[in-house]
Every structure is written in structure tokens, then in C-alpha cells.
């Protein structure tokens, strides 16, 4: 009999009152079920410590010792992070942080711990407290546990803040003047790459010292008024915006000709690198009206591609087109190079489940090994991170391409668990895991 959700059998959608009993209780089941996961990774950390140094300085690329938590935290065997985030559909970066999370309750804050435990605290707040304390001294950490554990289940973020401040200045009033003096220069620029408009714009943000400031203002202004001069009909806002792009590819200064008049600088040309994918419609763009931008994995649309194709200081570099159905292979253990960018385009990230690291900066591996008789070919390569590569060749993972969509591959981690990731995601196939008495 398939199991129901606490008043499922008396929710009755016509009576307010049964759907908040409904949605209190579901959420009270949620919350249960999100702490049983928060202990779990704790034990499953605590039940891999760090493996012998001695290997990993004798072997290269295999499991190190990892710090996932704070000072005086057990340290956790590297590997052990990857199968237990797969399995609850986190990625491993997103893993190493929610395990991290839970080693520094355990370990270090005991006393918030075992009211989350209790189910006293919910484990968004301890996370909170967490994430605040990771990087305190054990002296500085116990003061905290010891001021938060009453009032943790209510205790908000800018009160986990002046807690975490108070037991710093306390404990190592030294440590929190030099960190209070390297959080004093606020500089840097913030381009938002990944987060792409449908016209192809991103946001920047940035603090810069005064005298830099006035200088790129000075120097915006003056490339503002020669794109001005050059016949540009943009507003000033804009004219600025794409002065900093001009910036970006040549000096912003002035020379004048022999009669004194101003001369506008050269200007370098900028290279837009374009992958044009073969439909399996003849005349038909299988992307729609609009284009993939692999750098920051998202679409723009074709009326802003052809301004950048068209505009004469771009430079327009026309690669090779590719065939991603083609089957392509090499003699050797290097890979070619259309045959690696073949790859690349196919599988866009890691292949790993629930890994987003760029292909474009991954290793290219042979699913069967060169040397067990795997060739390189297009059915036999796939992107794996340099991470998740020493996962597959030190830690017992395997996988294989299967016969769905190109990019689609089978994993087995060490302890049974199967994964497909396809270029849509990642899915849990089978759970052969068994628990004993």
C-alpha cells in the first residue's frame, strides 16, 4: 500500500483549515526528514577519516586528506565527499559544504549539535552557525557553542554575527585585528558573466581607490567622445558602457597628426569565437530563434549575433564546422583536436553526476583505458573534471556511454549506487544499497 503524507486522507481542499493541518505537517515531515540527511552526513564523515599520507605522496592523483570543517575538526578522506553528495543529488562542491557543514556541528559545536539532533534547531539555522564559526579558533568556537546552544533554534543571522564577534575579540583579539585590517581594502571589479541577458549585457559592479576611480572616469569620458566623433549615435550611457570594452582591447590615449589635430587611436579588433551545430533538419536551427553561448552557457538572441558578426572591429574566426553525429577516432592515446573539441561541444561539462565544471577546461578521458584496449574515438571519450578524473581512476567509480542521447553516460559509484547523467541532468537508476540489523 503506497504510503500518504500525514491528513492526506482528510485534506479536504474546500476547508482552510485542512490544508493548513496539511501544510503544517508536511512541513514538520520535511524538516524531519532534512535532519535525518544533516546526521547522516556528519557519521558518514566521521566514518572516513583521512587515508594514510604516505600513499598519496607516493602515488600522484590519489585520495588526499581533506579539511572540511574547522581547526581541531577531523580530517576526512577526500573521495568519500563525491558518493555521498551523488546520492542525495547534490553536486561535489555543493557536498563538500553541506558535510563540511554538519562535521563542524559535530565536532566542534556539541552542544548545538545535539539540539539539532533533538530536533530542536532546524538545520538551516545550524548550518548558519556553521558556516559563521568555520574559520574561529577551538577557543573561540567553544565560547560560541556555549552562548548559542539555549537560544539557537531562534537566534537570527546578524545574531549569530555580534556572537561569533564577540567570542573572536575575546578569544583572539590578535587574529580579529589583522583580519578587521585585511577587511579594510574593499577593492575589486565583479563582471557577471553568467548572468547573460537575452541581448547579449551583464552586470558590473566594483570599488576602486579615489585615484583609480578618477582615472577611469577621465579615461571613459575621453573614449565616450572619440566613439562620439567617429560617428557613434549611442546615448552617453551607452557610449560609455562600450568604452570600457574599448579599454579592454587597446590605450585609451590620444595622439595628434602631423597638423596637431586629434587622431582616434587604433583600435584591436576583438575575436568572437562562434560553434555552429549541425541540425538534423536541413534549414531549420535546432535552437530556435536564438544562439548558445558556451562561455557563459546561455542564449542570446540572432539579431544581437549578427551585430557582432557584422560589426568591422570584430574579428570573425571560422573554425572547422563539426558534425556532432560524425564518428571520429585517432591512432594514438593523444586525441586530435577536432576530435577533442567534438567532445567538448558534446558534453558541455563534467560528465560526472550533478558536476557543472566547463568541459572546456576539463580532461579528456578514455572511458575504457588506452592501455585495457579502449581506443580514442568519439564513443569511448568524455569530459571529466581533474577531480572527478582521479575519482574514476583511484576510487572504484565506473562508467560507460550508453545508447541514449550523445552525451548520456551510466556511473556506478563504489558502493552500488547508479546514476545516468545526460545533457539534461542527472537521475538516480538504482539503489542496491542495503542496511543489516
Known sequence: MASTTPHQEELDPRDPRSLLVHARDARAAEEAHGREVFIAAARWALAHPAADEWDSACVPGTERELAIAGQGAPLVAEFCIDEFAAAIGLSTDAGHYYIGDALELAARLPRCWKRVEAGEVPVWRARKIAQATRLLSPEAVELVDQRLASFAHSIGGRGIEQTVKAAEAEADPELLKARREAADDKRHITIYSRHVDFHGRVDIEGALDLADALDLEDALAAV??????????????ARRAMALG???????????????????????????QL??????????????????????????????LRSWCTDPDTQLVVRPVLDMAEHR????????????????????????????RPARSADIDHIVPWDEGGSTSTDNLAALCRHHHRVKTHHGWTYTSTSGPPGSYRWTSPHGQQYLRTPTGTTTISRPLTTTA
Request: net charge negative; glycine share 6%; hydrophobic share 35%.
Open 224 to 237: 565616450a567622445a572619440q566613439l562620439k566623433d567617429l560617428g557613434c549615435t549611442e546615448s552617453l550611457d
Open 246 to 272: 574599448e579599454l579592454a582591447r587597446r590605450e585609451a590615449s590620444l595622439t595628434f597628426d602631423a597638423a596637431g589635430e586629434v587622431e582616434p587611436p587604433a583600435r584591436s579588433k576583438r575575436t568572437l
Open 275 to 304: 560553434y555552429v551545430h549541425i541540425s538534423h533538419a536541413p534549414g531549420q536551427n535546432p535552437f530556435g530563434s536564438v544562439a548558445r553561448v558556451e562561455n557563459t552557457r546561455t542564449a542570446i538572441d540572432l539579431d544581437t
Open 329 to 356: 577516432s585517432g591512432e594514438s592515446y593523444e586525441i586530435p583536436t577536432l576530435l577533442r573539441e567534438q567532445v567538448i561541444l558534446r558534453d558541455v561539462t563534467c560528465v560526472f553526476p550533478h558536476c557543472t
